[in-house]
């Protein structure tokens, strides 16, 4: 969906560099996720932000952090990257209102 | 504990109905159900979301019984292209959780 677009879209790293993900929106909508799916695995929540000063960790939030810089922008660091956090990302929104979430194109992260 | 299971995956034929069934425990009463589809290397796209009974859009049914422990998507008369992964969504809101599926591949046969 080009309302929510994710930069970069590809990305080979070396484990231990910090590196941020980051995902804008134009949709207007007030919650922002950060999921990661593993090859042939289902979706899991990596954090979540339902307002600008709202942020929630969600299942597996270990190794990252999160920063809500406006309404339409929510970026994903990994601090010090490993390669067991080599994985597809994909970001959303929804305006909460019935949980329909739209979701960005996704970014690949490769860390060696 | 909020869970979400479907069956990991489903084959079936052009011209086809195809049912897909999501179990989801201790849902509450204002919690919707989503359904999404997703083709490789694409994110998630929305195809149908439903609260009780049946909704029907363009593309599918959903039917909710009346416990809404479990919910169906319907996919009518399915293509080559409907082949894809197929997740529901139910958003816990009394436990402040969003819970994916562990997605169901649909593989659709000539």
């Known amino acids: 969906d080009a309302d929510v677009t994710q930069t970069p879209r590809n990305r080979i790293t070396k484990t231990g560099k910090r590196i941020m993900l980051e995902c804008s929106q134009t949709?207007?909508?007030?919650?922002m996720y950060w999921y990661r799916q593993d090859p042939g695995l289902g979706l899991q929540l990596i954090y979540y932000?339902?307002?600008?000063?709202?942020?929630n960790k969600g299942e597996i939030s270990d190794g990252y952090s999160v920063s809500r810089q406006a309404q339409a922008k929510f970026s994903l660091s990994l601090e010090s990257a490993i390669p067991n956090q080599t994985a597809l990302y994909f970001c959303?929104?929804?305006?909460?209102?019935?949980?329909?979430?739209?979701f960005g194109p996704g970014t690949r992260l490769l860390v060696l | 504990l909020a869970k979400t299971t479907q069956p990991i995956s489903m084959d079936s034929y052009e011209g086809q109905e195809v049912n897909i069934t999501c179990s989801h425990n201790?849902?509450?009463?204002?919690?919707?159900i989503t359904w999404y589809q997703q083709f490789p290397s694409q994110g998630p796209r929305f195809i149908i979301q439903?609260?009780?009974t049946k909704v029907t859009n363009e593309v599918a049914s959903l039917f909710i019984p009346a416990d809404r422990k479990s919910s169906t998507l319907s996919l009518p008369r399915v293509s080559l292209s409907d082949t894809a992964v197929y997740y529901c969504?139910?958003?816990?809101?009394?436990?402040?959780?969003?819970?994916f599926g562990s997605g169901t591949r649909l593989s659709i046969r000539p």
């Open positions: 959303a929104t929804s305006d909460g209102k019935v949980e329909t979430q739209y």
């Open positions: 949709k207007g909508h007030d919650r």
């Open positions: 932000s339902f307002d600008v000063k709202d942020i």
């Open positions: 201790n849902i509450a009463t204002n919690d919707y």
């Open positions: 439903g609260y009780k």
């Open positions: 969504l139910v958003a816990y809101s009394s436990a402040s959780k969003i819970i």
